[in-house]
């Protein structure tokens, strides 16, 4: 009833007598936690797990007490910025364990929703703003503007700093995210020399350009990117790395925004090889977003459409891909389960898929 209610309601009256009053209660009934703790805040259409990991790492490096509330390590499955009640709950627990520190993965839907209201946001970050999420914020200008309220809401000034970066971990990209984490640490106070270090012995994290080993001289990486500027740089980071055919599976998600659809498939036809295009949370949607995707382009040549995740990726590894050549497999990620009728959520795992078809099964 409570949805069918709010789905007649425009979305900022249900933001401010539903989500706003939600918020506050959470606080006071947790104490307003975060007024004994140093927040940053992180957002950005991508790379925001990454930094955000980035700065807990050099935290830790640094010998400070430090929690943080990520996708990785989110309760949620399809969650990045918890529910009020959730997110004070763990943040007590935080300073109750003695943290002094807090980094936050901020999402444009928990600004709007005022999911973090009442967290006073020592520095933010923004990591890029790129198409996305305009099935609920319906203008680009609205999406700008509820990521630019971090910035608002934050008090230390980053200070321009010059830095030379070898990371570990492939792409331009990671070098701004990087470059992002340095400069808030530095900003509270943390020697940059130490916070270069952290970065540069930056592993990585699951289903971020994770590399999938195998025998058989192929190079098969998992990543999360489902946003056109994501898949973008993640094919141009792995075509710097492939000595043969670069190989993109990949699709898109249903009941999200429908215009990011023919952008991710031209953006997939310009930079890789052969395309097959799947499902990824389709929601019951599946047929129509492969045609979004596709734009009714003839297949059969350079371009797949193969419904079932589990066989699409079969058949980039099993059929088209030879020794040399990279199979880039994008939109899930470190996600551990998949919406395919718009109802239930069933498990799922990229990296459980490919080690399937690496062991012929």
Not at 75 to 88: A, K, M, R, Y
Not at 108 to 125: C, M, N, P, T, Y
Not at 185 to 193: F, Q, S
Request: no cysteine; aromatic share 8%; proline share 3%.
């Amino acid at each position: 009833m409570r949805n069918l209610i709010r789905s007649f309601l425009p979305q900022l009256v249900v933001n401010y007598f539903w989500h706003l009053p939600k918020a506050v209660l959470a606080n006071v009934f947790y104490g307003f936690p975060t007024k004994n703790l140093k927040v940053i805040g992180v957002t950005g259409t991508d790379g925001k797990t990454t930094t955000v990991n980035m700065i807990y790492q050099i935290l830790k490096a640094a010998n400070k007490k430090v929690f943080m509330i990520s996708t990785i390590n989110s309760p949620g499955l399809h969650v990045t910025s918890p529910d009020p009640f959730v997110v004070q709950k763990l943040i007590k627990e935080a300073v109750t364990e003695g943290n002094k520190y807090l980094v936050l993965e901020v999402t444009s839907h928990a600004l709007d929703q005022f999911r973090f209201w009442g967290i006073k946001f020592e520095v933010g970050v923004i990591t890029n703003i790129t198409h996305e999420h305009l099935d609920y914020h319906k203008t680009f200008e609205n999406y700008k503007n509820t990521k630019l309220k971090l910035l608002k809401n934050s008090k230390i000034p980053i200070e321009y700093i010059k830095l030379k970066l070898k990371l570990k971990i492939p792409g331009e990209y990671n070098i701004e995210n990087a470059s992002a984490a340095v400069a808030v640490t530095t900003a509270l106070g943390i020697d940059k020399e130490l916070a270069r270090k952290a970065v540069e012995n930056f592993e990585g994290l699951t289903g971020r350009m994770e590399e999938v080993k195998n025998k058989r001289g192929l190079k098969i990486i998992i990543d999360f990117a489902h946003t056109p500027n994501g898949l973008e740089q993640a094919l141009k980071a792995l075509r710097g790395l492939t000595k043969g055919k670069l190989i993109a599976v990949f699709g898109s998600a249903g009941q999200r925004d429908e215009g990011k659809r023919p952008l991710m498939g031209q953006i997939a036809r310009k930079l890789a090889d052969y395309v097959v295009v799947t499902a990824e949370d389709p929601r019951g949607e599946l047929e129509i977003i492969n045609k979004q995707i596709t734009q009714s382009a003839k297949t059969g040549k350079n371009l797949f459409v193969i419904e079932d995740r589990q066989k699409a990726i079969d058949f980039a590894i099993n059929k088209l891909a030879k020794k040399g050549d990279t199979v880039g497999i994008f939109g899930k990620g470190h996600e551990k389960s998949m919406n395919l009728d718009g109802k239930n959520e069933i498990p799922w795992s990229d990296k459980e898929a490919v080690e399937k078809v690496l062991n012929g099964q």
